[in-house]
């Protein structure tokens, strides 16, 4: 062979390996552009029956989601806030984009409908950009879904929970399904095996049967170890469970596909055979596997086993709801009457909560459903401490999930008529990321907003909570019966300065300092602090003119930072929350503007109000029963209340924060 033969063929060489990568990317993109179109044509045939006429049931499909979104109640905040997450990016090139959307649907439903499926364009055949493209790419959001099925769930259910779980996928939520059974561990063995399997199938139709064809079975992705074997590194979960044949799982994700995961592990050695798991252990080894934290653990493993397209999921893959839907329902609440808890703020609640269920564990015949709701408190906890502090919670059952639906009758030929339809509790939290109702509310005043909140609870990391002076060890008390006397707000425990940025922020307003500590001088009770000063209420103690002796508890200041009102982390309740139930559980008053907008927040969750005569005040109260002496000292107090503020509002809360902050 000549010297200028081989000159040519490794001047060529790069060329021939770019023009093999083309190939394969344009095989690739061709498979991927042939199941779309069978996809689609399967859809297409159910739609249509004898003689051209349209499929009802399928032809509602879209209406019901429409009438799911829009009873959801969000916001314009709320939609505003899943727009900018889920909605779909404008493309600046959309020839050189590396996925790009690949949806036909009846209704169009802009950036709110859209289907989370993705195809690989056949122009993206440089190795080099890939890594940039990726990050500009529409990010795969994914929800972690525990279906806990029993004997007493019915066809019916499982299909409106297919429903649901379809409706999620196309809203921008693509759920990862992880289907266990009740009491499994009273049946034999293989056979147990091959039940759960029948479970993770009858999820499978039931998101067919709902026109969606996306969903497949991933039997043999979840890996375990023998009980000689747990020792091993590749142990990495309690249990032993790991998850093994990893490209397929991201593959599919890449497609758009909702893999169902049933609650059986894989055992290689000795030999090959398959048993049940956990489904809690199941649930962590994938939180870790798709946040990579599996690779923080193991890196050197990990760098040998992972191949480049599971390396560039790392970019567009974000986990961010863990979703239990259990038979039991929410964690049980003391304070709701046979009602779940509505929102747990993890930072702060989550040992106390724990430790009620264990002594109720212990007292109870019940034991085995509580150490259910322990076990499902426990996995959420565990799951959102690995996912950012962004990512929720959700524990509902499978009916509430189900009973949303409400048909038009089948045989009806006059108008459609229908009854008020119960809101999907996964669609109002995938819109929302709230809880269906405000947990601040008062128990009476629950029942009749969402029935299907009692039964539901949304889990949040949260923010810690600090109390100042601490109520859970010294109960608040008037300066003239504590030792202690009144807190200073000296006190190294507080930051004074980011008190008054706090305050200056959330009422945009300049504080007069000097006027307002004076007035707080040997009166101030104690105050709340959520986060990092992200929100505060302050407490006084206050005398009542005429009444020199007479200490009343009042909520001086309840300040949130603009950035974190209305959101579902939920920090204007967890700081009512904790002054009614930990600082004063016997009662507080406040008063408001009567102009202000906020009062219908306190209306709803004061036991009494009174729009003061002569004023521009209106007085609150927390206190049970409260007398014509109690009544009359508010009043009192709420005249008196010196405002303590130096100019007019301002209208952006930032200048006011970066101004303090400079000078």
């Known amino acids: 062979m000549s010297r200028y033969t081989l000159t040519t063929q490794k001047a060529l060489a790069p060329l021939y390996t770019q023009i093999k990568h083309s190939i394969a990317s344009i095989d690739a993109s061709l498979s991927q552009f042939q199941r779309h179109v069978e996809w689609i044509s399967t859809v297409a045939n159910h739609r249509k029956l004898e003689g051209g006429q349209t499929n009802p049931i399928i032809s509602t499909r879209d209406e019901n989601l429409l009438l799911d979104v829009l009873e959801s109640t969000a916001t314009k905040r709320d939609a505003k806030a899943y727009l900018s997450r889920f909605g779909k990016k404008t493309e600046s090139n959309p020839g050189k984009a590396l996925f790009h959307e690949s949806s036909s649907h009846g209704v169009n439903l802009g950036t709110l409908y859209k289907s989370s499926g993705y195809v690989q364009s056949p122009f993206s055949d440089k190795r080099s950009s890939i890594d940039e493209e990726i990050r500009e790419a529409t990010t795969i959001h994914l929800a972690l879904v525990k279906v806990r099925v029993s004997p007493s769930i019915t066809d019916g259910a499982i299909i409106g929970v297919g429903r649901t779980l379809s409706q999620l996928a196309k809203l921008g939520m693509l759920g990862v399904i992880v289907v266990s059974q009740e009491d499994y561990q009273d049946i034999n063995g293989r056979n147990t095996v091959q039940s759960i399997r029948n479970e993770a199938k009858r999820i499978i139709e039931?998101?067919?049967?709902?026109?969606?064809?996306?969903?497949?079975?991933?039997?043999?992705?979840?890996?375990?170890?023998?009980?000689?074997?747990?020792?091993?590194?590749?142990?990495?979960?309690?249990?032993?469970?790991?998850?093994?044949?990893?490209?397929?799982?991201?593959?599919?994700?890449?497609r758009g596909i909702i893999p169902v995961v049933p609650c059986v592990g894989v055992i290689t050695k000795p030999d090959h055979h398959t048993v049940n798991v956990e489904a809690n252990d199941a649930v962590i080894a994938l939180t870790r596997e798709l946040t990579w934290h599996q690779a923080q653990i193991k890196p050197k493993l990990r760098d040998r086993e992972v191949s480049m397209e599971r390396k560039d999921m790392r970019y567009c893959i974000s986990v961010d709801r863990i979703i239990v839907l259990d038979?039991?329902?929410?964690?049980?609440?003391?304070?709701?009457?046979?009602?779940?808890?509505?929102?747990?703020?993890?930072?702060?609640?989550?040992?106390?909560?724990?430790?009620?269920?264990?002594?109720?564990?212990?007292?109870?015949?019940?034991?085995?459903?509580?150490?259910?709701?322990?076990?499902?408190l426990d996995l959420v906890k565990n799951v959102l401490s690995l996912l950012p502090p962004s990512s929720s919670g959700f524990i509902t059952t499978l009916q509430e999930v189900a009973k949303s639906e409400s048909h038009a009758p089948e045989h009806s030929t006059g108008p459609r008529v229908r009854t008020r339809r119960q809101r999907n509790p996964l669609i109002h939290n995938l819109l929302t990321d709230k809880p269906a109702i405000s947990s601040s509310l008062p128990d009476a005043r629950t029942s009749s907003k969402s029935p299907g909140g009692l039964t539901s609870t949304f889990l949040k990391r949260g923010m810690p909570v600090t109390i100042i002076p601490d109520a859970h060890i010294s109960p608040w008390t008037s300066p003239t019966l504590s030792l202690a006397g009144p807190v200073s707000l000296t006190d190294p425990r507080i930051d004074l300065t980011r008190i008054i940025?706090?305050?200056?922020?959330?009422?945009?307003?300049?504080?007069?300092?000097?006027?307002?500590?004076?007035?707080?001088q040997d009166?101030?009770?104690?105050?709340?602090?959520?986060?990092?000063?992200?929100?505060?209420?302050?407490?006084?103690?206050?005398?009542?003119?005429?009444?020199?002796?007479?200490?009343i508890p009042y909520l001086d200041k309840f300040a949130v930072l603009p950035q974190w009102q209305g959101t579902g982390v939920g920090v204007a309740d967890i700081l009512f929350k904790t002054m009614i139930k930990d600082c004063f559980p016997n009662g507080v008053c406040w008063r408001s503007r009567a102009e202000n907008t906020v009062n219908k927040w306190y209306f709803e969750r004061a036991k009494g109000t009174w729009k003061i005569p002569g004023t521009k005040w209106t007085s609150f109260w927390t206190t049970e029963n409260a007398s014509a002496e109690d009544l009359k000292a508010y009043e009192g107090i709420c005249r008196a209340v010196e405002p303590s503020w130096a100019d007019r509002r301002y209208s952006n809360p930032i200048r006011i924060w970066n101004r303090d902050t400079a000078s």
């Not at 564990?361 to 499902?376: A, C, F, L, P």
């Not at 209420?537 to 200490?551: C, D, I, Q, R, V």
Request: charged share 20%.
């Open 206 to 254: 039931a998101i067919q049967i709902n026109g969606d064809y996306r969903a497949q079975m991933m039997d043999n992705i979840v890996h375990t170890s023998n009980v000689e074997a747990k020792s091993s590194p590749l142990a990495i979960v309690d249990g032993g469970v790991r998850i093994e044949n990893q490209d397929q799982l991201y593959a599919a994700l890449m």
């Open 523 to 551: 009166r101030t009770a104690g105050l709340v602090v959520v986060g990092e000063y992200d929100g505060c209420a302050l407490f006084t103690w206050e005398t009542p003119p005429g009444s020199p002796t007479l200490m």
């Open 501 to 520: 940025h706090l305050i200056e922020a959330s009422f945009r307003r300049r504080l007069n300092v000097d006027h307002y500590l004076k007035r707080l």
């Open 327 to 376: 038979p039991l329902g929410g964690v049980p609440s003391t304070d709701r009457n046979q009602g779940s808890h509505v929102y747990i703020n993890v930072e702060q609640e989550y040992k106390g909560i724990k430790a009620i269920l264990e002594d109720l564990q212990r007292k109870t015949v019940e034991g085995k459903v509580i150490s259910m709701h322990i076990q499902n």
